[in-house]
């Protein structure tokens, strides 16, 4: 009856339902992406010829940005830069909304739209970012993705895209095929993921290791039950998946007018991991930089791809540019794996990343300089300081008489070889870090906000950090640089009276509160140094 009175709410509701898509019904767990950030495709893009705009005074668009978990986080970091997001579900799109009011950012805006149909009237951006869309998506909206690429990014602009791969997506859809099959005709996708999770669990227990087929599988298979169902549902169990081999991507790309710029992950597009004859054959066959991609591909059997484009009328370098590390904030994470590093000369030092990215050098400026890093992580520092710093421990060692241009040029050489080996990382911009916890200590407002949320945060350096006992969640939600020491130690032994945690051991509570007071002190050490905590 309602229906024949209010036909105009009837009819929002049918506009509302049709636009519902599987994103609305199974929610894809979105998280922050370190090498979508506009400062991972400035020092690419810095390197290789392009001059981007400055991180902090720039425009950034996303398509199908999901809840903005990636997007409203940068946005937050750059204050003075402008973001906007578009997807084509609704649910998500709102769940980013409220998290942008509730937080009160100006600089960001999510649209809850289709890439096809947007009317683009958004200016130019400096960097565009498609994570997780282009192998998902049906042919006219990958031609629209990079039609967008083409005419919404400015001259020096940059686009992320990235897609499933060949030869690798063979193998990945292979198992995707063998569950798409068991779940044919099941509806419910409550249902799909609990067959299709049956079935890689029987599959994985079936295997035994004796053989290398098997052992791969099995591999695989704990890999698939060690996914998040939301990415179970909408990566293997999707209706589209389109793995593509790297030139027919950049046949797509070129068409539209761009070019390749590299790899997110800049290490790889290198062959350090192959040995010497593999890497001569490997030049022979690489006739241009896209003929090489596509052989490492075959060599890495890579199954997916992070690339870098520009416009096609970027005059770009062949080599990247060493002079241009010096204006590059640097950080490694890697560790000296002979002791001590010895700065002489001729004395070989290993270093080792914990992803277990390794090299060895004698270089005596080098290994000095990789001490220093190695004290300040995570903390990055401008090269300059690093340069400054490692010449004084090298020279005191009288290891050093070269002149400080020299030093600086083979400095940054050397940098720049463990930069694409993935041993050390460059920033463009330093973000607003604390160094230390301070008296009032105060976290970024985001990981506030998703702490009282959930136990994945996002740091100030851009990257995803799982908070999972409570104490630190409630810790880091009450990080708002009104609380002193006092303070804090006061809510934590409520929290913990309120859990009857609290352990007094003899009824010596002074004690009780020494130990709490220790521990905190650690946790908020623990939080700086993970990007948690606003300079
Ligand atoms: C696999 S998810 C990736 C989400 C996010 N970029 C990430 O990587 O975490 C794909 C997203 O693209 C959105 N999408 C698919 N087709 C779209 C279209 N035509 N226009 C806008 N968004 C679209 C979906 O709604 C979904 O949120």
Known sequence: MNRQVDGHSDFRETVIQTRLISYDLVAYPSYTHPQTHP???????????????????????????????NLVPMAWGLPESDFVGIDLAARPIACGQRMVSD??????????????????????????????LFSWVPAEVREQLLAICRGSLAPQGIAFVSYNALPGGYLRNMLREMMLFHVRGVEAAEERVRQAQALARFLAEAQDTRDEYRLWLKAELEGILDHDEGHLYHDELAELNEPFYFTRFMERATAHGLQYVGEADYFEMFDHSFSESVRQTLAQLALNRILREQYLDFLKCRRFRQTLLCHREVCLRTEPQAEKVTGFLVSSPAECMTGASDLRPGIVSAYQTPKGAR?????????????????????????????????????????????????????????????????????????????????????????????EQGDVVTSLFHIAVKVEDEIGRRLLS?????????????????????????????GDETAARRAIELSLENNLEKLARLGLLVG
């Not at 010449?391 to 009288?398: H, K, L, P, V």
């Not at 050093?400 to 720049?416: G, K, T």
């Open 39 to 69: 400062d991972r495709l400035a020092v690419i893009g810095i390197l290789s010829g392009l001059e981007p705009a400055p991180v902090n005074r720039c425009r950034v668009l996303e398509l199908g940005c999901g809840n903005g978990s």
């Open 103 to 132: 937080l009160g950012i100006t600089n960001v805006r999510l649209i809850h739209g289709n890439i096809t149909e947007a009317k683009q009237d958004w200016g130019k951006f400096d960097y565009l970012i498609a994570h997780g």
């Open 359 to 451: 090299c060895e050098t004698d270089f005596a400026l080098g290994k000095a300089a990789m001490a220093v890093l190695g004290r300040a992580w995570p903390m990055p520092l401008p090269f300059e300081e690093v340069m400054q710093q490692a010449m004084i421990s090298s020279s005191q060692e009288r290891v050093s008489d070269q002149n400080d241009a020299q030093a600086r040029e083979r400095l940054s050489e050397f940098l720049l070889k463990l930069y694409s080996a993935g041993i050390v990382e460059f920033r463009a911009s330093l973000p607003l870090i604390a160094r230390g916890a301070g008296e009032r200590p105060v976290a970024s407002p985001v990981a506030r906000w998703q702490a």
């Open 478 to 506: 009450w990080l708002d640089g009104t609380l002193d020491r006092k303070a804090l130690l006061e809510r934590i032994w409520i929290l913990l009276e309120s859990k009857k945690a609290l352990v007094i051991p003899n």
